[in-house]
């Protein structure tokens, strides 16, 4: 819901805090942003040079995650996270956020994909849904967040460091090289670039400090209609991947960073 979140988010075009009036988010300059029926808000404040994942992508997305295939990921966070803020950076469907919140926490879902908006809106009651691009300032005041996740997303060292409050925490999920392996070998999805952990680390360096990391990894066996949905769900989707014919074993395998503000 929006009301809980907004003490903690701002006008994107001043910096002014917001107010709700129905269906409308405003500030004392005057500036007006609509909040779609769906429950998400647009602070997106222009035209966006990209629309992020389609909805057919997300429904997919959605079908695998609720099997419960990544819950080892979403447990590791959610024990992982203080009590405080806390902003998913790229929320998707909501599903990590949502699994992170306890019952009475306030989280905030920032994403560039109005389908996967459209279902963090309903993902938590305590979840308010943001469209907004991550590579430009966020709506969000100066030091509110207790934590903030960025699983599988682009992340924006500068504004990570800025929204993250004093002692607070950043939790980084990549890919390993051993990521869904069979399913690139055999069947064409698109590898992890065996550099990404260190460039990660690269792109946060001037930023925070890393204080830890963890291996997560689960044997996941597939039916065929589970594979193609995974599959469905990436960017290999569009670049030629094909889908197993039957049952198959995949390596879910991610790393899990911890960082801190510097």
């Keep these: 819901m ?3 979140a907004l003490p903690y988010l701002r006008c994107p075009i001043c910096a002014r805090p917001l107010a709700r009036r129905e269906r409308t988010l405003r500030c004392a300059a005057g500036h007006s942003f609509d909040m779609a ?8 404040a222009g035209r966006l040079p990209h629309t992020g994942d389609s909805a057919a992508m997300v429904a997919d997305r959605e079908t695998f995650l609720a099997a419960g295939h990544y819950d080892f990921i979403a447990d590791a966070l959610a024990a992982a996270v203080p009590s405080g803020l806390l902003v998913d950076a790229g929320v998707g469907t909501g599903y990590y956020l949502a699994r992170a919140l306890g019952e009475t926490s306030i989280g905030v879902g920032l994403d560039v994909s109005k389908p996967a908006l459209r279902r963090a809106a309903r993902a938590h009651p305590g979840a ?15 030091g509110a967040a207790a934590a903030i996740l960025n699983v599988f997303a682009p992340r924006n060292g500068a504004e990570f460091r800025r929204v993250l ?7 980084v999920v990549t890919p390993t090289a051993e990521h869904l392996r069979e399913l690139v070998t055999s069947y064409g999805m698109i590898g992890v670039d065996p550099d990404k952990e260190q460039r990660v680390r690269g792109s946060l360096d001037d930023y925070f400090t890393l204080e830890g990391t963890k291996t997560l990894s689960q044997t996941l066996r597939l039916a065929a209609p589970e594979a193609r949905t995974l599959i469905g769900m990436t960017p290999s989707a569009h670049h030629g991947a094909s889908a197993p014919a039957g049952d198959v074993t995949v390596t879910a395998e991610v790393t899990l960073s911890a960082y801190s503000p510097n």
């Excluded at 029926?37 to 997106?44: C, I, R, V």
């Excluded at 308010?128 to 100066?142: H, S």
């Design 2 to 4: 929006i009301d809980g």
């Design 37 to 44: 029926k769906q429950g998400y808000a647009d602070l997106s």
């Design 128 to 142: 308010a849904a943001v469209l907004t691009d991550l590579w430009r300032p966020w709506p969000i005041v100066d």
């Design 165 to 171: 409050r004093p002692g607070g925490v950043l939790l």
